[in-house]
């Protein structure tokens, strides 16, 4: 039995990774460490709160204080770490809680770690979820990003993300920390914060309202189911090699106007009386050094673990879309910003 610290456990992934865990390893413990920052939502985990294996704590991974007194009294020997500052629009507009949380809280759950594992690390294991964005961005003809490809990140949300697998990367070398690290492509797939391209894309034109395209819409994103992304990350927990960081994708690249008429496409079926939605496309100014273009090899994964992805995208996108549609009342929550009202009452006096 583990005893696993999931950071971030209340966002897109980790809340699909926390649902993954307790389908697959009921008998593990779950302590779930989130800030509920605007992107972290505890109706991701409705149901949850009931499995006896599961504990949520409102926390920030930048509290030495808190990460400390969890590492000792819960007895962790298993980290996923997937609490950041993931939005990079965000990360244009406001640096600084970049470097606090992708950085310095990286820091903070690595000394934690490093502490409490110093005599005992034989069964632990610390996991880093991290990005290709730290390869920076790819030409129309280069190879996708493979394990060796040179860190060249672009924007202060990538740059945040290097210097924590940096980090990673020189507890292990210096200190010997069972560390493991995966850096993934775009994700997809229910509880997406609806600001991100697909779900953004999907609700504005369910409401009729303008799509926003980045600059010319031809930006290549490599595009995975997130159930696949939390396959992924339970292989490389089990039998990934220490110190060793894998590449996570879905060999599925898109430009983003494909993206955005596919989306289009699929609204256009459902409701075939309305006017085509590809109508409400509508080309806005580009992203401040927007990455052209990401693509991931796996091979990695495939070779050493087995792992590939099972969702084809058609079937993923299909399932997504009808997910948000069979879901307005969660968006809806999301936008408005009611989700939080539970949360403030909750935590009032803390
Ligand atoms: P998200 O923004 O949906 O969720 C982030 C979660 O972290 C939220 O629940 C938030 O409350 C929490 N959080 C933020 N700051 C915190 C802090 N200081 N202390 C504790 N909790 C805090 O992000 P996501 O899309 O689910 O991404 C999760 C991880 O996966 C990130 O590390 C991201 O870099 C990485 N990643 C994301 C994608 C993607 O496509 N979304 C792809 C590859 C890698
Ligand atoms: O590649 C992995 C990364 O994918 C993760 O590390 C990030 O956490 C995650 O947010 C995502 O980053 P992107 O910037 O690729 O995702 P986003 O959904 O913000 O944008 C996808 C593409 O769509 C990107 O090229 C910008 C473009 N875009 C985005 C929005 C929100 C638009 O054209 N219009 C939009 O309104």
């Given at each position: 039995?583990?005893?696993?610290?999931i950071?971030?456990?209340?966002?897109?992934?980790?809340?699909?990774f926390?649902?993954?865990?307790?389908?697959?390893?009921p008998e593990?413990?779950?302590?779930?460490?989130?800030?509920?920052?605007?992107?972290?939502?505890?109706?991701?985990?409705?149901?949850?709160?009931?499995?006896?294996?599961?504990?949520?704590?409102?926390?920030?991974?930048?509290?030495?204080?808190?990460?400390?007194?969890?590492?000792?009294?819960?007895?962790i020997?298993?980290?996923?770490?997937?609490?950041?500052?993931?939005?990079?629009?965000?990360?244009?507009?406001?640096?600084?809680?970049?470097?606090?949380?992708?950085?310095?809280?990286?820091?903070t759950?690595?000394?934690?770690?490093?502490?409490?594992?110093?005599?005992?690390?034989?069964?632990?294991?610390?996991?880093?979820?991290?990005?290709?964005?730290?390869?920076?961005?790819?030409?129309?003809d280069?190879?996708?990003?493979?394990?060796?490809?040179?860190?060249?990140?672009?924007?202060?949300?990538?740059?945040?993300k290097?210097?924590?697998?940096h980090?990673?990367?020189?507890?292990?070398?210096?200190?010997?920390?069972?560390?493991?690290?995966?850096?993934?492509?775009?994700?997809?797939?229910?509880?997406?914060?609806?600001?991100?391209?697909?779900?953004l894309v999907?609700?504005?034109?369910l409401?009729?309202?303008?799509?926003?395209?980045?600059?010319?819409?031809?930006?290549?994103?490599?595009?995975?189911?997130?159930a696949?992304?939390?396959?992924?990350?339970?292989?490389?927990?089990?039998?990934?090699?220490l110190?060793?960081?894998?590449?996570?994708?879905?060999c599925?690249?898109?430009?983003n106007?494909?993206i955005?008429?596919l989306?289009?496409?699929?609204?256009?079926?459902?409701?075939?009386?309305?006017k085509?939605?590809?109508e409400?496309?509508t080309?806005?100014t580009?992203?401040?050094?927007?990455?052209?273009?990401?693509?991931?090899?796996?091979?990695?994964?495939?070779?050493?673990?087995?792992?590939?992805?099972?969702?084809?995208?058609?079937?993923?996108?299909?399932?997504?879309?009808?997910?948000?549609?069979?879901n307005?009342?969660?968006?809806?929550?999301?936008?408005?910003?009611?989700?939080?009202?539970?949360?403030e009452?909750?935590?009032?006096t803390?």
């Amino acid at each position: 039995m583990k005893t696993l610290l999931i950071t971030g456990g209340a966002g897109f992934i980790g809340s699909n990774f926390v649902h993954h865990w307790i389908k697959h390893h009921p008998e593990d413990r779950i302590i779930n460490l989130d800030a509920l920052t605007y992107a972290g939502n505890l109706e991701n985990l409705a149901g949850i709160e009931e499995s006896e294996n599961y504990h949520f704590v409102h926390g920030d991974i930048c509290d030495a204080a808190l990460v400390n007194k969890l590492f000792d009294k819960e007895n962790i020997d298993t980290v996923v770490h997937f609490a950041a500052e993931s939005h990079v629009d965000r990360s244009i507009t406001g640096p600084e809680a970049f470097i606090k949380t992708n950085v310095h809280g990286t820091f903070t759950l690595l000394e934690a770690a490093r502490k409490t594992w110093a005599n005992d690390d034989t069964r632990c294991r610390f996991l880093h979820v991290s990005t290709d964005e730290v390869y920076g961005t790819l030409e129309a003809d280069d190879p996708a990003f493979t394990e060796t490809t040179p860190f060249a990140p672009n924007s202060p949300y990538s740059a945040s993300k290097a210097s924590s697998d940096h980090l990673v990367r020189a507890y292990f070398h210096t200190y010997g920390l069972p560390v493991v690290t995966t850096n993934c492509s775009n994700n997809y797939g229910p509880y997406q914060f609806p600001e991100k391209l697909i779900p953004l894309v999907f609700i504005n034109a369910l409401e009729n309202k303008p799509l926003p395209v980045y600059g010319d819409g031809q930006q290549i994103r490599d595009w995975l189911h997130v159930a696949d992304h939390c396959r992924g990350i339970d292989a490389v927990l089990q039998h990934g090699r220490l110190g060793e960081t894998y590449n996570i994708g879905g060999c599925n690249e898109w430009a983003n106007i494909d993206i955005v008429k596919l989306i289009c496409r699929h609204l256009d079926e459902l409701r075939p009386g309305d006017k085509p939605k590809a109508e409400l496309i509508t080309y806005v100014t580009d992203r401040p050094g927007h990455d052209r273009r990401y693509a991931i090899d796996a091979s990695k994964m495939l070779n050493e673990l087995g792992w590939k992805p099972e969702y084809t995208f058609e079937t993923g996108i299909k399932q997504t879309l009808n997910w948000y549609l069979e879901n307005q009342t969660w968006w809806e929550r999301v936008r408005d910003g009611e989700y939080r009202k539970f949360i403030e009452q909750q935590y009032s006096t803390l």
